[in-house]
């Protein structure tokens, strides 16, 4: 199986997906994907173990692949794998990429600084975040992955791994890519409520794909909007879900035209959450059927899965060779 890795993402198995997963993770994946790319996509079990019990990750695994298939990802297009099938390499790789950073270069990521000083403290926060910015490099190098495309919280962790290749192949030879950022748009979908980005973390404000038709009208008819005339962030978010949740080119002119409506003082909320309610139903029964088709068969997932496993184990065993013949000589 010759292939010649140029894109890499990941994902974090840690439970059921939101609308907002998918228009800002999955979407733009299968845009790749269809634009003639042939992506690899791991499931970062790894990385999931940072703040979630392994346990619980595990049972994640196959219900994330079961979703991303559902939601259109081929395949034959997308490699699909497990992080830790090749956890040994990339602990090792992990190990050797290390050895040439410092804790004063960790500590200065600035997703690293912003979690110790704002959210969990240096004292509380385990130190598998501090390694994740190695944990990431070892991700993409061990592959020898040319591009990745991530958003802009993301741009800081890359830099760590290219500054991280160009070092090991100054002091070794040139056995990595130095990997390319491609920085995906970013796009921001706001809890309905009105409480910050939607996440699993405040449920009542956001649509997971496994709501129910009645669920997720419900949580429709209760968003926030806006008041006469006037434009939010929360009705620019609806308005972002009602025109890229695979909606028609017509429906996305009704939106347009009832904005503007809106703007000029009708009453026209309700008719706007009506054209967003019938979006919203129409591409969870969409998914959900398609769910269903996914899992018919039982041992679809894990076919897809080893064949995509083998592929990263083979090339993973390839860069572990390559890397120890540099460093140790042959
Ligand atoms: P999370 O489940 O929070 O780890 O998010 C996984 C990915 O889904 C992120 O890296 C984003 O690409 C996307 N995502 C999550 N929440 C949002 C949101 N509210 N708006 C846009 N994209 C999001």
Redesign the pocket.
């Known amino acids: 199986m010759e292939k010649n890795v140029n894109i890499l993402t990941g ?2 198995p ?1 439970g059921s997906l ?1 609308i ?2 998918y ?3 999955v979407k733009p994946l299968l845009e790749l994907q269809n634009s003639g790319e042939e992506p690899l996509l791991f499931v970062a079990d790894l990385h999931a173990i940072t703040d979630y019990e392994p346990e619980q990750v595990k049972q994640y695994i196959r219900e994330l692949v079961a979703d991303y298939l559902a939601l259109g990802v081929d395949p034959e297009k997308t490699t699909i794998y497990v992080q830790s099938v090749i956890k040994g390499q990339i602990m090792t790789l992990s190990a050797y990429l290390a050895r040439l950073t410092t804790v004063a270069e960790l500590l200065r990521v600035p997703t690293i600084k912003d979690k110790i000083k704002h959210g969990q403290s240096a004292e509380s926060a385990n130190a598998l975040l501090f390694f994740y910015p190695v944990l990431m490099a070892a991700d993409i190098l061990i592959q020898r992955a040319k591009s990745i495309p991530v ?1 802009e919280d993301q741009v800081a962790h890359l830099e760590t791994t290219r500054v991280l290749a160009e070092r090991f192949n100054k002091k070794y030879g040139e056995i990595f890519p130095i990997p390319k950022v491609t920085q995906v748009k970013s ?4 809890s309905l409520k009105g409480d910050g ?4 973390s405040s449920p009542e404000g956001a649509i997971f794909l496994t709501d129910t038709l009645e669920e997720a009208e419900k949580k429709i008819k209760r968003a926030q909007t806006a008041g006469d005339k006037e434009m939010t962030p929360s009705l620019e978010s609806l308005l972002l879900i009602v025109k890229m949740l695979d909606s028609t080119e017509e429906e996305q002119k009704r939106a347009d035209d009832i904005i503007v409506r809106h703007k000029n003082g009708e009453q026209v909320m309700g008719e706007f959450k009506d054209l967003a309610i019938e979006i919203v139903k129409r591409f969870l029964t969409r998914f959900q059927t398609k769910r269903k088709e996914v899992l018919a068969d039982p041992t679809y997932i894990d076919k897809v899965l080893e064949q995509g496993n083998d592929f990263a184990r083979k090339n993973a065993d390839e860069t572990m060779v390559m890397v120890e013949k540099a460093m140790y000589g042959n």
């Open positions: 994902v974090r840690t939101t907002a997963n228009l800002g993770a958003g796009l921001r979908i706001l980005k939607m996440s699993k």
